[in-house]
Each structure stands twice: as structure tokens, then as C-alpha cells.
């Protein structure tokens, strides 16, 4: 069965400092890899994903996500954080093997920007 | 942002209720999901569905049930509210096709079941 870890509850940065929030996966097949984020009382938003090719995924807000294969890693990082980045942020997997086109999410991992 | 909406935001309620949670979406997505979302933040799937009169249960136990008799509606219904199921409770919906879809998600709604 296909499965996500995120191994940090919190991260902490500075504004200015570059960050980086871990995910690692379990699937059967090929990955489809993807990363979300919430801010507070709201849904959670698309931010990037890898399907194939070129392992340095960019997507929204100035976010960029590595896939590591041999790893079975996917983290997101970004060169330099915002306070306005605080969020919490998703990684979650679907597997090309399952039919069912579910998203498994991983526990998600609280990003603080401090000023 | 994607038009799915859910309503109501917030609802308070006692014991023994019966409630519905309206999900609608305006994309003409196929797929549709719940998700409940535990105070920890992790997101489990309670029920997903892939078209009209289609309705599976999703990875988490729940008791909630839910219909799918339009493709822009998926409410979810809790025949007697219990206290452990207060939550936020998440809806989305994603393309017809490709595996690389992403979901899109609506704002929740956080119910308190008193």
C-alpha cells in the first residue's frame, strides 16, 4: 500500500534563510508526488507536483520540490523564506498502480517564519 | 482558487443531530472526495466518489454516508452527530483523466458536536 511520511511536526526558519520540509514515500508503481498548503481555516492549496522528467519541480510562490528516487524522497524547499510562508504544508502521493485515483496524504508539517 | 464550495464554514451542534454538509463544485470535475482532518492536522479519506450515482468508502471508517446524485453535488450526512466527530471535514474534486490531476480542495467545514 502506498504511504507518505513527513518526519518533522515543525519547522523553523528565519526570514531570508532558505527551508526545506522532508517527505518520503512508499508505492508499489511510479509515483505521482505532490505538495499542499493550508493557512489557517482554509483548504488546502495546489502548490506543485511531479509526474516525470526533470527531478527539480517549481510550482507556485516561489516553492521548488526535489524528487530522489533512489531516496523515494520528495522535499520541498524554497532559496529564501517569507514570514508570510507560515502555513502548513502537505506532501501526498497517488500511485499509478492504484485504479482509484486516491491521494494519501502525509501528517503535514507545520512551517514557522520567524521575522 | 478552484470553485468548490462547501457550506456551512462553522456549525455547532448537540448530541443525536442529524446533519448535511454541502459540497458543490462548479468544474464539472467527475471525482469528488471527503476528507476528515483530525485536530493533529493529518487528513484521512472518508469517502470518494467518480460520477454520478457512484460513492465509495475511503480509507478511514466513518459514519457518515454520502450521495452523489448530481456531478457538481456531494453533501455528506451524519444520521446522529456524536461528539467524536467533531472535526474539520474537507471536500474536494479533481479532472476527469490523467493520474496527475491535483485536487482541488474547498475552505472545510468545522463542525463541533457538542
Known amino acids: 500500500a502506498q504511504s507518505v511520511a513527513q518526519p518533522e511536526d515543525q519547522v523553523n526558519v528565519a526570514e531570508g534563510n532558505p527551508l526545506t520540509v522532508k517527505c518520503t514515500y512508499s508505492?508499489?508503481?511510479?509515483?505521482?508526488l505532490f505538495w499542499y498548503v493550508q493557512y489557517p481555516n482554509r483548504g488546502l492549496q495546489f502548490l506543485l507536483k511531479y509526474i516525470t522528467g526533470d527531478n527539480l519541480v517549481k510550482g507556485s510562490y516561489g516553492f521548488e520540490a526535489e524528487f530522489n528516487k533512489s531516496q523515494t524522497s520528495f522535499h520541498l524547499k524554497k532559496p529564501s523564506a517569507l514570514v508570510s510562508d507560515s502555513a502548513l504544508y502537505f506532501c501526498?502521493?497517488?500511485?499509478?498502480?492504484?485504479?482509484?485515483?486516491?491521494?494519501?496524504f502525509g501528517s503535514g508539517t507545520r512551517l514557522l517564519v520567524r521575522p | 482558487e478552484a470553485d468548490i464550495y462547501q457550506t456551512p464554514r462553522y456549525l455547532v451542534i448537540g448530541t443525536g443531530k442529524k446533519i448535511t454538509l454541502e459540497c458543490s463544485q462548479t468544474?464539472?470535475?467527475?471525482?469528488m472526495y471527503w476528507y476528515q482532518q483530525d485536530p493533529g492536522m493529518e487528513l484521512h479519506l472518508i469517502h470518494y466518489?467518480?460520477?454520478?450515482?457512484?460513492?465509495e468508502k475511503g480509507d478511514l471508517s466513518s459514519e457518515s454516508t454520502v450521495s452523489r446524485i448530481r456531478t457538481e453535488h456531494f453533501p455528506l450526512t451524519l444520521e446522529s452527530a456524536r461528539p467524536s466527530h467533531t472535526s474539520q471535514y474537507l471536500c474536494?474534486?479533481?479532472?476527469?483523466?490523467?493520474?496527475?490531476?491535483?485536487?482541488?480542495f474547498g475552505n472545510g467545514t468545522r463542525l463541533t458536536v457538542t
Open positions: 508505492v508499489s508503481g511510479n509515483p505521482y
Open positions: 468544474m464539472g470535475h467527475d471525482k
Open positions: 466518489s467518480y460520477g454520478v450515482n457512484s460513492t
Open positions: 474536494a474534486s479533481s479532472v476527469p483523466g490523467p493520474f496527475s490531476s491535483p485536487l482541488h
Open positions: 501526498a502521493v497517488r500511485d499509478i498502480v492504484d485504479s482509484s485515483y486516491k491521494l494519501i
